[in-house]
């Protein structure tokens, strides 16, 4: 005797699901990423806050996660967008949910910026357009969490032959050699300097130290014709020019 034969169950076409199967919905976050890139491209980033601006920086390493959080934290911890990509990568690793690839992504824009930067000052003549300088000085230094004193060197044209970290210390001091910044102007054939470091205070007023050791550079290269036209100290809350205050 034959067993019954079974049933035959009609087949279900791939868009049919068992009850309570429905398809979840996509994140939320899917949406917005979109809706932030669009934002950006069509009113550029003045339109976005300094947490939106990270978003778009940590959507290029996090690919499947609400990274909104993440971007308010770094700009909380830091203080903005601009601290937050200057800040070392091992204070970027205290961040909890800030992975390697992350890290990676904001030192490279960190490094972009200021190669743009310093692509705008060595295409002109650094005295005639002096407002490139300060802003890449700016770019370069001011959201340093540790002093950094650095040296333009430039030839009798005020064309930029060299930028040098000559020092870097701590958040409150460098060690500055005065004869040595001399000794290297010479062997590049420098004609004249601009001198810039950073106040990681934010507060960029120069100090008696700073007004000695600018003095003491200024009297040792006058006698090899090599001129001191200013001294930057660049900070979170703006910049001082010597020669704007008369100190040179």
Known sequence: ????RAEA??????????????EAPAPHYHGHRQRLRERFMEAGDHALADYE?????????IARRDVKPLAKA??????SFAEALAARPERLREIVGLSE???VELKITEAA???LARGALEKRTVLSTFSVVTDYCRTAMAYAEREEFRVLFLDKRNALIADEVQGVGTVDH????PREVVRRALELGASA?????NHPSGDPTPSAADIRMTKEIVAIAQPFGIAVHDHLIVGRSGQTSFRGLKLI
């Open 193 to 197: 300097l601009i001198l810039a470091h």
């Open 74 to 79: 770094l700009v909380d911890r830091f203080g």
């Open 113 to 115: 910026a200021r190669r």
């Open 9 to 22: 169950q009609p087949l279900k076409r791939e868009h049919e699901r068992e009850p309570g199967m429905e």
């Open 53 to 61: 601006l990270m978003e778009l920086l940590l959507f290029r390493a």
């Open 1 to 4: 005797m034959k067993p019954p």
């Open 101 to 103: 690839s992350a890290i």
């Open 174 to 177: 460098t060690p500055v050699y």
